[in-house]
């Protein structure tokens, strides 16, 4: 009778943890590949071309190669080693892929947006912020798959993969994530900021957010994603914010469009 009640249980336990990792599955699997088709390469870690057509990753942002149009751009950690890491991973499935939408089908610059999978069902964004190649983006409302994209970018930092790994050995660069009373005028471009927020407030053009030494902005069209009253109570709380860092008479700005943008906010503390 014993060995019935203790078989009874194992077998119950392992259904409840097959039950859970299926959902965990059911939340970075694809719920409507719209287009199964050839990808041609990639030219960094979140973006590739297919048909012809510029494509960016939603959920990505991964270190920027050198530029040198108009402004000299510097390249970011491991730009090149993103890049290889996309264009193996397509080699390596026959650069068949499958391309699902969000909200927001196409970018201010006329790339396309889209998830995209593997034929083996891979997710490739979970695939590359879980090896730690990128960090994740919120943009363009689209949300569909931002639990599992946090999840895998937490993923890689708690491993201290790839960037998280150059961000130990080289605090110094301050890539992907630096502190707010570390910032300095160099520090511009997209990266995670960490500081304690001393003041919060609303303008008529913008709800303000401001660090030590930064000022987040969120423009009053994106006010409907947000609730005000919890912008309210990040005040004396340290926070991450994600986003494109920009200098503007001396100090640094940060304008946020997306409430996951805010580590509070998004779907891992939620």
Not at 97 to 125: A, N
Not at 217 to 224: F, G, L, N
Request: aromatic share 10%.
């Amino acid at each position: 009778m014993l060995k019935l009640i203790i078989h009874t249980l194992l077998l119950s336990i392992s259904i409840i943890s097959v039950a859970h990792a299926s959902v965990t599955q059911q939340d970075c699997s694809s719920k409507n590949v719209e287009l199964w088709t050839k990808a041609t390469y990639a030219t960094s870690g979140s973006d590739l071309v297919i048909l012809g057509k510029r494509v960016r990753l939603i959920g990505l942002y991964s270190p920027q190669r050198e530029k040198k149009q108009k402004f000299n751009t510097p390249a970011q950690p491991l730009a090149k080693e993103a890049q290889l890491f996309l264009n193996k991973l397509l080699a390596n499935h026959d650069l068949d892929v499958g391309v699902e939408y969000d909200t927001t089908k196409i970018d201010d610059f006329g790339r396309q947006l889209v998830h995209l999978y593997l034929k083996d069902g891979t997710s490739v964004q979970q695939k590359i912020l879980e090896s730690g190649f990128a960090i994740n983006r919120p943009a363009y409302n689209n949300n569909k798959y931002a639990k599992c994209y946090f999840e895998a970018e937490q993923k890689a930092r708690e491993g201290q993969f790839q960037l998280w790994d150059y961000l130990a050995k080289h605090p110094e660069s301050h890539f992907p994530l630096v502190k707010s009373s570390d910032l300095t005028t160099q520090d511009k471009g997209y990266r995670i900021i960490q500081g304690k927020v001393v003041k919060v407030m609303k303008s008529a053009t913008f709800y303000i957010i401001n660090m030590d030494t930064t000022g987040i902005r969120i423009p009053k069209r994106y006010w409907d994603r947000f609730d005000f009253n919890k912008i309210k109570q990040l005040k004396g709380k340290t926070i991450e914010v994600r986003g494109l860092a920009y200098l503007y008479n001396g100090v640094m700005f940060m304008v946020i469009e997306e409430p996951n943008a805010i580590d509070a906010f998004n779907p891992l503390h939620n």
